[in-house]
Nanobody, 115 residues
Framework: QVQLVESGGGLVQPGGSLRLSCAAS????????MGWYRQAPGNEREWVAD???????MYVDSVKGRFTVSRDNAKNTIYLQMNGLKPEDTAEYLCNGRDSRGASWGQGTQVTVSS
């Protein structure tokens, strides 16, 4: 099974930017779609963005125009560029990959937006 490892989280001021990475231990072409989810303390896990194997992207309304998901097949990595960050974006961000066997998850990376 392909392992996923997220990185790039941290503390940022409101209005700032971060780029999250999700590196796979194998080829990401095995996934028909990959995406990002987030979970804040006391909240349910929320879907944030998806990118399909053909590069089609989708976003939850709350991040449209601020976040961009992309993939680099050569590096077996997907990214989440987050601009215009708001305190309500504070959460643990998790990477997800889906194939015929189900879903693979990373361990998460914490993003905290605070002044």
């Amino acid at each position: 099974q392909v392992q996923l490892v997220e990185s790039g989280g941290g503390l940022v001021q409101p209005g700032g930017s971060l780029r999250l990475s999700c590196a796979a231990s194998g080829s990401i072409s095995t996934f028909y779609a990959m995406g990002w989810y987030r979970q804040a303390p006391g909240n349910e896990r929320e879907w944030v963005a998806d990118i399909t194997g053909t590069g089609i992207t989708m976003y939850v309304d709350s991040v449209k125009g601020r976040f961009t998901v992309s993939r680099d097949n050569a590096k077996n990595t997907i990214y989440l560029q987050m601009n215009g960050l708001k305190p309500e974006d504070t959460a643990e961000y998790l990477c997800n990959g889906r194939d015929s066997r189900g879903a693979s998850w990373g361990q998460g990376t914490q993003v905290t937006v605070s002044s």
